[in-house]
């Protein structure tokens, strides 16, 4: 069975720094990975997602992410966070042939002024 | 496109009634998840649907919950009786059916239950 676990549920960084939001997951079948964002009182907003080719993926907002199978990880990063940028975010992993996500428990992601 | 349309947007009720919450998912896509938010559990799936047929229910938590798809532009999920560890946000989410990869999912804005 698929799972993802996000290490750190709440992140703090200044304004103007790098963004780091970790993600490990865990799948027996080559995985399908995302990671949306959530704004305050709103639904989740895709930034972006992996399926095939380059591991390297970038979405929007300026954030990418790296798909690393030996580690099993797809850690978020942004090189300059805004305060914009406040928000949770969560990785996913989706379910093959049933087209399921599981959820990590999301990261709380604080900018500092 | 308007997106994924859940109403109410908030709901505060008693124990013991029932509540009905509603979606309508984007227009073309023919597949319709319900997810439930909690502090303590997180982003919980908790049934889809493709072309209106219920696939996965497996995260139903129990028999007080039931949803249906009457049609391909709307669902609903009901909850008899409710109860107060139903309070969360309830988001509906749709995605452009069960094809070869994996479809993005879009979610709505939420349903804040909030049962006293």
């Known amino acids: 069975a698929q799972s993802v676990t996000q290490l750190g549920s709440h992140v703090s960084v200044s304004e103007g720094a790098l963004v780091l939001l970790r993600c490990n997951y865990s799948?027996?079948?080559?995985?399908?990975l995302f990671w949306y964002v959530q704004y305050p009182n709103q639904g989740l907003q895709l930034l972006l997602k992996?399926?095939?080719?380059?591991?390297l993926v970038k979405g929007i907002n300026g954030f990418e992410a790296e798909f690393k199978k030996s580690e099993t990880s797809f850690h978020l990063t942004k090189p300059s966070a805004h305060m914009s940028d406040a928000a949770e975010y969560f990785c996913a992993v989706g379910v093959q042939g049933a087209q399921k996500l599981v959820f990590g428990q999301g990261t709380r992601l604080t900018i500092n002024p | 496109d308007a997106g994924v349309i859940q109403s109410p947007r908030h709901e505060v009720t008693e124990m013991g009634q029932e509540v009905t919450l509603r979606c309508k998912p984007i227009s073309g896509h023919n597949s319709l998840f319900w997810y439930r938010q909690t502090m303590m559990r997180g982003l919980e799936l908790l049934i889809y649907f493709n072309n209106n047929v219920p696939i996965d229910d497996s995260g139903m938590p129990e028999d007080r919950f039931s949803a249906k798809m009457p049609n391909a532009s709307f669902s609903t999920l009901k909850i008899q009786p409710s109860e107060p560890r139903d309070s969360a946000v309830y988001f509906c989410?749709?995605?452009?059916?069960?094809?070869?990869?994996?479809?993005?999912?879009?979610f709505g804005p939420g349903t804040r239950l909030t049962v006293l």
């Open positions: 989410a749709s995605s452009l059916g069960m094809g070869q990869g994996f479809n993005e999912q879009f």
């Open positions: 992996y399926t095939t080719g380059a591991t």
């Open positions: 799948s027996s079948v080559p995985p399908y």
